[in-house]
């Protein structure tokens, strides 16, 4: 089966710094990739659709320039979060999808836990 | 966005009693699926759903969407301690994504006890 990694699986940073977030499709070539974030005891929420080369598009209330999402390739997209502060304490995860349509199965990663001190 | 709402919250249930969670929605998808998320781990697909009525099985999981295309339940028969976990449903964001978003029930927490 298709299988998504995500590194770090754990980080902690201080606020004010940045941190990225790696997403990889290790099998299959991903022409889009989701993002992600998930607090405690809730459900899923998207934050950013990324096609390979081209912009993310940004759900709404999620801030484009403290979230940038960089899909360089067919396999591998990172989330960075910068001038990180204690309120983007979350659980991030990616999916991933072989193709552009909905037809497509999305694949999950098995999510980056960050802290912010 | 056409909004899931999964019942109940959270379940406890002991070893061997099924369970049945439901997800329910004002709007009618094209698909619904199920999938399960472990603690610290990302969902795993269970099943997608997408003609009105289908019933699928899966070993101890039954999964069913309605005739309207509103509603799913997921059913386990003979709940075993593995069958723990978040269990979450999520469909298209909308009618006309082409993009395939999904957006996710708030879920529901499901503990069996020994």
């Known amino acids: 089966g298709a299988v998504v990694s995500q590194h770090p699986s754990r980080v902690i940073c201080k606020s004010g710094t940045s941190v990225k977030i790696e997403c990889r499709s290790l099998?299959?070539?991903?022409?889009?990739m989701f993002w992600y974030r998930q607090f405690p005891k809730q459900s899923l929420m998207l934050m950013a659709t990324?096609?390979?080369?081209?912009?993310?598009?940004?759900e709404q209330g999620v801030e484009k320039d403290k979230f940038l999402i960089n899909h360089a390739s067919l396999t591998l997209s990172t989330l960075t979060v910068t001038s990180a502060h204690p309120e983007d304490s979350s659980f991030y995860i990616c999916?991933?999808?072989?193709?552009?349509?909905?037809?497509?199965?999305?694949?999950f990663g098995p999510g980056t836990r960050l802290t912010v001190t | 966005t056409q909004l899931l709402e999964q019942s109940p919250q959270f379940l406890s249930i002991q070893e061997g009693e099924n369970l049945t969670v439901y997800c329910n929605s004002s709007?009618?998808?094209?698909?619904l699926q199920w999938y399960r998320q472990e603690p610290g781990e990302g969902p795993v697909l269970l099943v997608t759903v997408v003609t009105g009525g289908e019933v699928k099985k899966l070993k101890r999981l039954t999964f069913q969407f309605g005739d309207a295309r509103k509603d799913s339940s997921l059913h386990i028969t003979a709940a075993q301690t593995g069958d723990t976990g978040l269990y979450l449903c999520a469909g298209p964001t909308s009618t006309t994504d082409s993009w395939g978003k999904l957006q996710f029930g708030a879920g529901t927490q499901v503990v069996v006890t020994p």
């Open positions: 099998d299959f070539q991903a022409t889009t």
């Open positions: 999916s991933a999808r072989a193709g552009t349509s909905g037809r497509y199965e999305q694949y």
């Open positions: 990324s096609n390979e080369g081209s912009k993310a598009t940004y």
């Open positions: 709007s009618v998808f094209s698909s």
